[in-house]
Structure formats: structure tokens, C-alpha cells
């Protein structure tokens, strides 16, 4: 028998190498087989590369979250719009229902999040940004924030249209703190030692499900999260984000058909625009002049924004306020909003009993809202009717269009005040509803200004106001995150892409104005929160191709000699703070040898002060004479700049390669070294226009 | 009036200062106000910077191009079907006539392009993806390649679906071409330096605008260059892609509205597939099972594709003939597939008579061919009918499943036998359609298995065939270039995206598939043609994160101390061939100053020799006393490895900042170089399994 072990082990190709131990026992046959066979898929299985079952994974997790959220949000839901309709004739109750709603959940959501994570707030791209440069931002992507981050959302999401908040950023963050967690466990596994530039190929990965798995649109999801999060980007990175991307926004999908609530995989907002002439040539003009609008408006609403949240941010007293009972704060900010979207109320005049996808469904209506209240009895239903979602829209004596004026006029600032809440949400969503209703009202009055529709060529089409709805959400919200893919994400939305070339234009148009004018609203939230990021070089630095790192280098440099006595060092130590000193072989050659962290350093001196301090009685020896030569672990050094470098590729240097800090040799020796600090002090410098000297 | 001038001069903001001679001469009001008024604008226009300018005019120009050519083409190829259906009755004519046209116009292409240029045959993507990584390729890009390439690119796509090639890849080369045209004008006006960086960015955006021009896809355009040119990118360059191909793509459609083709700017190939319900959940699977079945195919393809191209360019034979004869070889091999394709032939069971449009017209059809050929009448009409499309591919005996097949084997090999042609075309296309094919008959198939379609909770919807053809197009092209892109360009060509996901997930396993066993069609292209390409490494290479630039760095170092006599230097100059030497402060502390190109030592030592015959009668100086210190420009180094720094930070290097070589510096010495030729082998070696020796 063992010959026959030995005879298939030869013939095998590429079996296991069975231990003679093994060999000894008389297995059957079949089991043997299944054995081989199981042996051989893991192996199939295995060179696949973990990385896919960790993305898929990564995707359906976040699939299921997102579903999970949606599921109890509706429920929530629901049940506060029941007892509001059960209320219907008692205004008081009505209003009491309404507002207690709302505030108990964002004061909730605002306590839970802040007890448990301080840094679960707000929307978390800015800060994945950060992280992405290589900067490590404590406890930013723990379990503890997931949690927070998790309840926290629910209960903004559940709060609906009232505070006008979405969930794509914070989604973006949890998937981020599931693909550490899940890296995590990976290196427990497979035993293979963290790699930094495979955290950071994943966290590129889980920026994209996050998108992807919030609104089922993966292609634009990976390209939303490329151009939010990253300056430079690896090809082989954006096939890792469209894998998880699609089987997160499949799973997504899919869920909702095995929850019954669709009959097969569709787009979210689905709409029927006519495509056998979606727009008229003309038009395009329309569009373009669109984009301008949301360009303009983006702006505004991006210098409004900051100045808000940094005045928050520096008023004594609200600062005061804040920071001990930022759960009132919530409430007392929610009370307002709620106050004013009463339905009863001024919210009869912007729509207010619609939620937030109520909102984009009604707005993206393949159906001109002029035509259709001229035929529809106008009277405000009790109930909100799914098949006319526009209704909300018309009030009886304010018409549409005031209804329409009114919300962008009162949502401008509403908005702005809800963004300085410090609980987990999401800015787009509310950004894409606003710049769809500024396109209805073009789209509108389109169609009022040719009722038949422009005449081309004998033939009369008309114009749809839908087609506006969603260039004018694609516009700005792209003008205020300063993206292009929100052009694609719209089409995603609606599973219908006839309107692709005047979208893209109007998105184009609008892009350009913002980016002209005012930071994104990522970078924006960078600045206030003034994050460690390092801005780009603005291509209007004209000045920026002749500087060099001679120019913008730290000269005070502290070198270690390698043959530095315990006192010296000591010295060096407590009159500087630099976190990596440089290790020269001798202060008259200055040749680098290599770099050693600051820590290791104060390490070594307690290590030794405790064994001088037991072999003090052993033997008094001299203590300068301990040479400190081969004692410390000193890193070698991978990277070295000249001060001929040019300013850009030093930064491209720093971007891409994650690099901390880098040292100058000139001829041999260290003359000086470069740190994201410096680097950002040159940046910002040409920034404003001024060009270092050069020395 | 002066004092007017002067008051004026302080009060307009930004005013430009005008000298005092200017200042005296008394214009009229008016027309000082409309020069301020220009300048005003001239500044303002200035300030937007020349980039979108220039990307704009690249746009226009290749929308013209594309637009110019489409027309002639169609030219071109109504007046031979005119031809070929005037002789309808007289077989040997009417073969003679198939022919003749075919083979004349790729022998005049593939004579013409290799006269005037041998650098414009073939696609051109892979010299431009080489190019991209930072090596010069002689004549690649000049005006001359450029006439060429477009006369013959005009001749092959005339030829048409006889010899099935596309034209994506020589438009990608053609704008490339003329973004190098445009910059070489723009710093002759501008007066600017011309910079590298600059001047790659505006290569990526060109690619962009190339595939955009030909579909009219601005959005897969530049996803689609950026794939299958880049490995990495940068966020910046996407945008100018983007508005580049946008108004490109946007040009494009506009000219074919305005030549009354259409009525308004809608996709290429408009389809009118049912939105409401496009495919039923167990339909995924067959999604994914086509996706595996493209995946497959495409391996097969480029596997055998490889092997004949390289057999055509080693077989001495084929090689002595094409070699003086290429315009008879491609005469010879014209002839074979015109032969085949001719109609009344063997023509008759592949479809021939359809242009590539048509064919993908008819493939990407609504309405599933079995149920219209049991309605309809089957008889092939002597004109092909552009309503019916299909009923070309339904032959009377053979049925349509029959034709499909007979297709997919038949141009299997004679589209690999086109490639070999050595005249400017593209091989996209010709892999969509035969994606198409493939997906057209699953599709028919399921159409066929299930003629009510599947029955999901009670409702029967039809099977639409059209859309698992729009998988297989995307699929199989996407495997072949090995790009997801794919699954965009072609919601963008048909203008409906209800099939999003299905699509996106064949792609995926397809490209899955083609990634781990072949490389891409361009790959291959480079290997094959040897071009000096830095491959990437494979993720697969599990050793290759731990390989540094101390293992495979190159230690046979020729240093050049400062101190060095001519003499010295001519042996060196003579011993060796390195493109670049060292400078060191002297050969014992081996410090690095900088760098000498081989080519500036040359000309020193030449200028040296001259003076010295010129001063030999003044003076005879002892040679060797001519010290060469501060005689050679020596360029200063700018980047510096150490051999601890690791290969795949090295390699991203070289990628990134488009390196041709470094020096290794290990404790102030020099100890070694890497060039792009150690990298390449390393990185050969790991993908073979073997990891470098540690030293």
C-alpha cells in the first residue's frame, strides 16, 4: 500500500508532500479523493490572491449595511409619517409630532456618536483624504467610530428632509473602518505582515464600495471616490474598487428585489425620459447656461458654508456652548429646521412632507409639471401620493414655481446651518437635490416659454423638464465637491444616459467656474478643521516650475554623529524636538548613513540609565567613553533629494510615495532636509503668489 | 488732458500703465474704451491659461478629422456598393468589382504609410503607452507619420468589414500627433519653455480625445485611454481629458447633425431596449457565464494572435518578404479575405455585405431574430435593407444561429491574419463585433430556451438579445485590451444604460480571466515588438515585496573624479558605452557631484582636441596637466536611491517621475546604478518565479 502512496505522490502533479506518518495510515480511497480534491480547489482558490475574497467580502458587508440602514430608516419612517396622519386635524399634536420626531433623533444621534467617538461627526471624506497622504489620524478608523458612526447615521437618515442630510460620506468612512478591520483580521490569517501599500490600495477600494453600495451606481462610485480622495491614482487600484464596487452595488440592488420591493435589478430613481429625441439642439445652449447658474450658485453656497462653520468654530460663545452640550446644540438647530418644514406651516411651501427620495423622484418627473397641473385638481392630499409625487410641489396659490424659489431660497441657508451639526451625515445627497430643483425651474420655465417645444426642422419635440432636473443635480453637486463623475452618477441613478453630452457640459461649465473660485467642499472642511493635508500646486503658480529644494528646505539641522557619547545625546535631545534625526558618520564628513526616530532614541537613553544604574556598583566606568556606535536600530535611508530637485517633483515624490520626510545631500553630505511642513509652507506661499528666494 | 489721463490711470482698477508717449497723443474716448475694453478681456481670457485653449482647438480638430474621414469613407464605400449592385446578374464582374476595391485601396494604404512613414502602421497605442513611460520614440510623432497615417487609415476603413479593422487606435495615435503639433506651436508663441511634465499631460489628454472623436464617448473615452495607457494617474490630467474629449465628442455628433444624418444629438448606435424591465435576476447568471465564455475566447485570441504576428516578424521567409514587399504582402492577403467574404460566396453565411456599423447595428437590435424571422419572409435581398439589418444574417438553409457561428470561426482567423498587415488601423472594433457575435447568440439562444421569457413571480418578460450582445461587446473587447472601460463606451454608443450591472459583472469575470493567463493586446503588441516598456509587477510575484535595489542594481560602475585628465577620460570614453556617468569628487571618497551625458564628453573631447592643434605651435603644454575640473556641464542629481530602498518604491519611481536612471548611494558613496534596463529584468525575473539573490 505504501508503494502505491508512493507511486501516486510521483505521479500527482503538484500533490501535497505527505509526511511518512500519513503514509502509514490506511485511508479509503474515496476519502482520499475527496481529500486530494479539496486540497487541489483551496489551491485553485488560493491563488486567486486574498485580496478578492477580501474585496468581495468588503462589498457585501457593505451592501448589507447599507441596505440594513435603509430598511429601518423607511420603518422609522413610516411610523412617524402614520401618527402624523393619524393627528390630521389637530394642528398642536400635529406639530408636537412632527418637531419631538426630530430632535429626539438628532439629539440622539448627536449625544450617542459624540459620547462614544468624538470623531464619528460629519461626513469623514476629508479626513479619509487626509489619511490617504499618509498622514495617521488617531483613532479615526477604529471599531468604537464604526459604531457611533452606524447608530449615529441612522438616526440623521431617519430624520429625513427635516434636516436635509444624506449618507454618502459617512458611508464612504464605514467602509473605510470595515476594510481596516478586515485588513486586520486578514494579517492575523495569513500571517503576513502589514503592508502599508496594501492598506492603502485598500482603503482606496473601500472609498468606492462606500459610494457604490449608497446609491447602487458602481462605476461612478469608484470614479466619485477617485477624484474625492486621491491626487494621484494607480490603474491597478480602480480594478480593485470596480470589483468591490459592483458586487457591492449588485448585492445592494439585489436585496431590494428579495425584499419585494422591485421585480428585477433596476436603476434607483428610474425614469422615462423619451430617448428617441431627448433634447433639441438648441437647448444645449440652455444647459450650458444651467451650468453657469449652478457654477455661480456653488460658489456662494461653498464661501457661505466655510465662513459659517469657522465662525461656529471660533465664537466664544458657541464654542463654549458646544463643547459641553453639543447635543443641545443639535436639538436646539433641529428645533428651528423642524419648525420652519412644518407641513402645515411654511413647509407646505417647499415640499417638506417628501423624503429625500420622494424628493429626487418627484424632480427628475419625465412629466412637465406646467401641463400637469393644468389638467390634476390641485388640492394638497392628506396623504402623499407615490404616482404623483409633483403634487407636493403645486401649492394651490403660490404655484410651483414659487414652491420651487422658495426651497432653494430657505433651503441655502438651512442647509448650511445643518452642516455645522456635529453628527454623522452626509453633504451630497442634500447638494444633489438642491441643484436638481435649481434645474426644474429652468426646465420649467422651458417649457412654459415653448409649450410645444422648440421647432427644429418642421418637427415639434417637447421639452422635458426632467433632462434639466438632472443636469442641474449633476452640475452642482459636482461644482461643490469639484467632481466630474457626478455626470455619470446621475445616469446611474436613472438607469438612462440620453442626455449624456449637455450633462456633462453643463457639469463641465460649472466645474470650471468652482474650481476657479473656491476651495471644494472637502477641501473646504480640510481648511476649517485644518487637517495635515498637502494642498496641490495651483496650476496659476506660474512661478512654480523653477523653484527647487534649495529654496524651501530646513536648514537647522541636528545631526547624530555615530560616535555621540550617552551626555551628548541628552543634550541633542532636549533642545530639539524633531521626530527623526539623521545619523551622519562624523560632523566634519556629514555623510549620511541613515535616519533614526526620536523615539528610539529616549528609548535607548532609559534602557541605559537603568543599566548603568544596576551596574553602578559592579564597575565605574567612564561614560563618555560608551560609544553609542551600533546600539540604536538606525533606519536605513531610501530616498535622498538634492537641492536641484524641482519643487514638483519633491511633492509628486511625497504624494505618491507617502513619504513622511526626506533629507538633502548636496556633494555627499546632508545639507538640509524636507518635511510635509515645509512642503506645505512653499505650496501655500506660491498659492498667494509669492516665489521663495532663491539663496 | 493730461492730467485726465493721470486721474484716470489711478482711478481704473487694474488699468494697464501706459508709457508717456502713449499718454500724449489724444485719442478719441470711444476708441480708448474698446481698447481697455479688449485688453480687459485679452487679460481675463489669459488668465483662464492657454491649456483649455489648446485643449479645445485638440477637441475640435480631431471631431473634424473623424468626422471628415467618417465622410469619405461612407464616400468611398456607397460609390462600390452603387457598383457592386449595378452588376448584380454577372458573378465574375460583380467578384472582380468585391475585389479589386478591397485590395487596391489596402495595397495603396499599406505602400503609401510605409513611403512616407514606416512608424504609422498598426494601431499605435503601444508606442504611445511606451512613450508615456518617458522613452523617446524617433519620428513617432511628427507631421509626416501624421499624413500617413491618415491617408491610410481613410484607405483601410474604406476596405471596410472585408478586412474588418477599426480605427480607435490610430485616432488615439493621431491626436497624439497633433497635441505635439499644437505645443510645439504654443511655445513658440507663448515663449514659453517646454515642459516635460506639461507635455505629458497634454499626451494623455490627446489619447482621451482620440477614442472620444470616434464614438462620440466622452466619458469611456477618457476612462478607455487612461486604462490602457497609464499605470498611474494623476486626478488633474483626468480633467483636462475629460474637457477635451467633451468637446470632442460634442463636435462630433454636431457635425452629423448638421450634415441632416440626424436630427439631433443622440448615440452612435441608439438602441430601444425596455427599460422597465431589462433582465430577470436568474438572467445574471447566463450574464456571467458569457462573461466566462468571452474571457475564454479572448485568451485564445491573443494567445494565437501573438504567436502568428511573432511568427510573421521571425519567419525568415515572410520576413525577406514583407520586408521589400510589404504592400504585396498586403495585396496577397487582401485578396484571400476579400475571397472569402464575397457575397455571392461564402459571404453569404457571414454577413459580409454589412459595413461595421451595420453589423453592430444589427447585433446590438431590440427585437430577438427568431421570433422575426418566423414572421418575416427570408429571401436575401440583392440590397441591404437598413431597417432589417438582420435578415443578412438569416440565410434560408443555414438559419441565423448558423451564420453567427460560421462567423465567429471564420473571422477568428482572418481577423488575426488582418493584424498582420502592416498599414495604419485599429483593432477595437473588430473585437466588439466579435464580442457582439458571441453575446448574440447566447442571447438567441435564451431566447430561444425560454420564447416567453422567464417567469418571475407570475409576470413573463421577453428575453432581449440585443442586450446580452452589448455584454459580449463589452466584455470580450474589455478582455482583449484588458479594460473595464468597456462596459461604459458602450451604454455611451447605444445611449441606454438599464443593463448596467449584468454587463459590468461579464466584464469583470472576463477581464478576470484574460488578466491571469495572457497579457493585453497591447502588451502583447510591445512584446512583440520589443519595445523598451517597463512592465509592471505582478501581484502574483509574492517575493517581489521584499526584493531591494541593493540586489539587482548595477555595480559595473565607470565614476569620472573631477581631477580626471583627457587622456583618462578618452580610455573610459572608449571602454565603455553608458549613456550617463558619474562625476565623483575623486575616485577614493567616491562622493557624487552630478552627472555627465556621454554625448557632452564627446563634444568636450573634440573642441579639446581642436584647441590643442590650434595652440600646438604657441605652446606645448603637457596634456596631462589640463585638468578637466568645471569643464563639462555636469547636470546635478536629482534623485538618489540607497540600496535599502525597496523595488517596488523604485519601480513607482521610474513609473511616476518618468526616470531614465538613478544612481544607488550608500553611506556618501556611489555604489551601483539602476536604469530602466535593471528594472525590466528584475521585474522579468520575478514574473518568471525567480527571486534575485540577497548579496
Same mark, same amino acid.
Given at each position: ?56 467580502? &468588503? ?37 408636537? !409630532? ?20 468624538? %470623531? ?52 464612504? *468612512?464605514?467602509?473605510? /473602518? ?88 433596476? !436603476? ?58 453639543? @447635543? ?88 448650511? &446651518?445643518?452642516?455645522?451639526?456635529? /453628527?454623522?451625515?452626509?453633504?451630497? /445627497? ?5 441643484? !436638481? ?58 438607469? %438612462? ?12 461649465? @460649472? ?11 472637502? $477641501? ?28 524651501? /528646505? ?7 554623529? %555615530? ?45 541605559? !540609565?537603568?543599566?548603568?544604574? $544596576? ?31 524641482? &519643487? *514638483? ?43 521663495? $528666494?532663491?539663496?
Amino acid at each position: 500500500m505504501a508503494d502505491v502512496w508512493d507511486r501516486e505522490k510521483v505521479t500527482s502533479p503538484g500533490g501535497e508532500e505527505r509526511s511518512p506518518l500519513q503514509q502509514k495510515l490506511q485511508r479509503p480511497k474515496t476519502r482520499d479523493c475527496t481529500t486530494a480534491c479539496w486540497s487541489f480547489v483551496k489551491r485553485q482558490l488560493s491563488r486567486v490572491g486574498d485580496d478578492w475574497y477580501f474585496l468581495f467580502i &468588503l462589498g457585501v458587508l457593505m451592501a448589507l449595511i447599507s441596505f440594513a440602514m435603509d430598511f429601518t430608516v423607511v420603518k422609522l419612517f413610516r411610523a412617524h409619517r402614520w401618527l402624523y396622519e393619524k393627528l390630521d386635524g389637530n394642528g398642536l399634536l400635529q406639530y408636537m !409630532a412632527w418637531i419631538v420626531y426630530a430632535v429626539a433623533l438628532t439629539t440622539f444621534a448627536t449625544g450617542f456618536s459624540q459620547c462614544v467617538s468624538p %470623531q464619528s461627526g460629519g461626513s469623514g471624506i476629508p479626513e479619509l483624504k487626509t489619511i490617504l497622504t499618509g498622514v495617521l489620524l488617531e483613532e479615526y478608523l477604529t471599531m468604537k467610530t464604526m459604531v457611533a458612526k452606524m447608530v449615529g447615521l441612522t438616526c440623521s437618515l431617519a430624520a429625513g428632509s427635516t434636516i436635509f442630510l444624506g449618507k454618502v460620506g459617512p458611508f464612504v *468612512h464605514i467602509s473605510s /473602518m470595515i476594510a481596516t478591520y478586515l485588513g486586520g483580521i486578514r494579517t492575523t490569517v495569513t500571517r503576513d505582515y502589514e503592508n502599508k501599500s496594501k492598506r492603502y490600495e485598500m482603503l482606496v477600494a473601500a472609498a468606492a464600495v462606500g459610494v457604490a453600495s449608497c446609491f447602487g451606481a458602481p462605476i461612478s462610485g469608484v470614479l466619485f471616490s477617485v477624484e474625492v480622495t486621491s491626487s494621484h491614482f494607480a490603474v491597478r487600484n480602480y480594478w480593485r474598487g470596480f470589483f468591490a464596487a459592483t458586487c457591492g452595488a449588485f448585492m445592494f440592488r439585489l436585496l431590494s428585489v428579495f425584499n419585494n420591493e422591485q421585480e428585477t435589478i433596476i !436603476a434607483l430613481f428610474k425614469t422615462k425620459f423619451k430617448v428617441d429625441f431627448p433634447f433639441d439642439l438648441p437647448e444645449t445652449f440652455i444647459f450650458i447656461i444651467l451650468g453657469v447658474i449652478c457654477g455661480i450658485l456653488s460658489c456662494v453656497y461653498l464661501f457661505c458654508q466655510r465662513r459659517l462653520v469657522g465662525y461656529v468654530r471660533r465664537n466664544p460663545f458657541v464654542q463654549r456652548f458646544t463643547a459641553t452640550e453639543k @447635543a443641545v446644540y443639535s436639538g436646539v438647530v433641529t428645533l428651528l429646521l423642524a419648525s420652519i418644514t412644518f407641513p402645515a406651516g411654511l413647509g407646505q411651501f417647499m415640499a417638506s412632507r417628501l423624503t429625500m427620495k420622494e424628493l429626487i423622484s418627484s424632480l427628475f418627473d419625465h412629466r412637465p409639471w406646467g401641463a400637469l397641473s393644468l389638467n390634476g385638481s390641485l388640492d394638497l392630499h392628506s396623504r402623499v401620493d407615490p404616482d404623483n409625487l409633483w403634487v407636493d410641489w403645486c401649492h394651490p396659490t403660490f404655484t410651483f414655481y414659487g414652491t420651487l424659489l422658495f426651497f432653494l431660497f430657505m433651503k441655502f441657508w438651512m442647509l448650511i &446651518l445643518a452642516t455645522t451639526l456635529p /453628527m454623522p451625515a452626509g453633504y451630497f /445627497m442634500p447638494v444633489l437635490i438642491y441643484g !436638481a430643483v435649481i434645474g426644474r425651474i429652468v426646465g420649467e420655465l422651458m417649457a412654459f416659454i415653448f409649450p410645444n417645444g422648440i421647432k427644429s426642422e418642421g418637427v415639434l419635440n417637447p421639452i422635458i423638464p426632467g433632462g434639466y432636473a438632472l443636469a442641474g443635480a449633476a452640475a452642482f453637486s459636482g461644482a461643490v465637491t469639484h467632481t466630474l463623475s457626478t455626470a455619470l452618477l446621475v445616469f446611474e441613478l436613472t438607469g %438612462q444616459i440620453a442626455h449624456f453630452l449637455p450633462v456633462l457640459l453643463a457639469v463641465l461649465v @460649472a466645474n470650471a467656474i468652482a474650481q476657479k473660485f473656491q476651495p471644494s467642499f472637502y $477641501d473646504g472642511t480640510i481648511i476649517v478643521k485644518k487637517l495635515p493635508y498637502l494642498p496641490r500646486i495651483r496650476s496659476t503658480a506660474t512661478g512654480s516650475y523653477s523653484v527647487t529644494v534649495g529654496q524651501f /528646505m530646513n536648514t537647522h539641522l541636528q545631526c547624530l554623529a %555615530q560616535d555621540l557619547s550617552s551626555t551628548q545625546l541628552l543634550q541633542v535631545l532636549t533642545s530639539t524636538s524633531d521626530p527623526v534625526y539623521p545619523v551622519v558618520e562624523s560632523t566634519e564628513s556629514m555623510v549620511l548613513v541613515g535616519s533614526v526616530q526620536r523615539s528610539e532614541l529616549i528609548n535607548f537613553l532609559q534602557n541605559e !540609565a537603568e543599566q548603568i544604574k $544596576d551596574n553602578e556598583k559592579l564597575q565605574a566606568k567612564d561614560e563618555d567613553m560608551m560609544k553609542l556606535e551600533g546600539r540604536w536600530r538606525i533606519d536605513p535611508v531610501t530616498f535622498q533629494l538634492s537641492p536641484s530637485t524641482s &519643487l *514638483h517633483q519633491a511633492h509628486k515624490l511625497f504624494e505618491l510615495l507617502v513619504l513622511q520626510h526626506t533629507f538633502v545631500i548636496s556633494a555627499g553630505r546632508v545639507v538640509g532636509y524636507v518635511t510635509r511642513a515645509e512642503l506645505k509652507k512653499v505650496t501655500e506661499e506660491l498659492a498667494n503668489g509669492r516665489v521663495p $528666494d532663491t539663496e
